[in-house]
């Protein structure tokens, strides 16, 4: 396994854009997490999914934005009608059950994103 | 409201010394704390982590000190290596129905000079 991967690295988009982002965890991993983080801050909770159902979306992600993670696989992040303050770098993470102990998650390495 | 808050932006050490970095929480929900580190480029990789019930936990060169009292942790390296030269972050997470959730500090820049 090759950890978790994201897609693409860097998107660079003209304000009032759509976009997407992709996310592959750890094949075996059930839970999945959205992070954004912007310059100078840590990491901030967005979503979560275990398996397919996205069990928590935090006041950060406005209606503009949907995730979605069809057959508890993959998971993809649209932005509607972008920002220049949606600029930031997106991360993914997954893990086990958090029951599993303190290791935390696998993080993936983000894609960055650039309203223009 | 930062929850936890990493009040050193950065920190630069002399390889071989000890590298402390310090961490704040006021969040008294919070029973797990993590350490993260982040080369740019590259998404956090976690690192060491310690439960509440617990007040040290050990890996090879990587110590963490917890101090619930003041809400205070620290994260020793030693000794400091170049490679160690990254951004860490503090992270932690609540028991309950919140227990997948982390919460971030700001992170601090350590540089280790050779």
């Known amino acids: 396994d090759t950890g978790v991967s994201q897609n693409p690295r860097h998107k660079i988009t003209k304000r009032g854009q759509n976009v997407t982002f992709r996310c592959d965890p750890i094949s075996e991993h059930n839970r999945l997490y959205w992070y954004r983080q912007t310059l100078g801050q840590g990491p901030e909770f967005l979503t979560y999914?275990?398996?397919?159902?996205?069990?928590?979306k935090s006041r950060l992600l406005s209606d503009r934005f949907s995730a979605e993670r069809p057959k508890g696989s993959f998971s993809t992040l649209e932005i509607q009608r972008t920002e220049q303050g949606d600029s930031a770098m997106y991360l993914c993470a997954s893990s086990l059950s958090a029951a599993a102990g303190g290791t935390g998650y696998t993080f993936g390495s983000g894609t960055r994103l650039t309203v223009v | 409201d930062q929850q936890v808050k990493q009040n050193s932006p950065s920190l630069s050490v002399q390889e071989g010394r000890i590298s402390i970095l310090n961490c704040d929480y006021t969040?008294?929900?919070?029973?797990?704390f993590l350490w993260y580190k982040k080369y740019p480029a590259e998404g956090p990789t976690f690192l060491i982590s310690i439960s509440s019930i617990k007040d040290k936990n050990e890996d090879g060169r990587f110590t963490v000190f917890l101090n619930k009292s003041a809400k205070h942790l620290s994260l020793h390296i030693v000794p400091s290596q170049p490679g160690d030269s990254a951004v860490y972050f503090c992270a932690a997470k609540s028991g309950g129905g919140s227990n997948y959730k982390l919460t971030f500090g700001k992170g601090t820049l350590l540089t280790v000079n050779p």
């Open positions: 999914f275990q398996n397919e159902a996205q069990l928590e």
């Open positions: 969040n008294s929900m919070f029973d797990y």
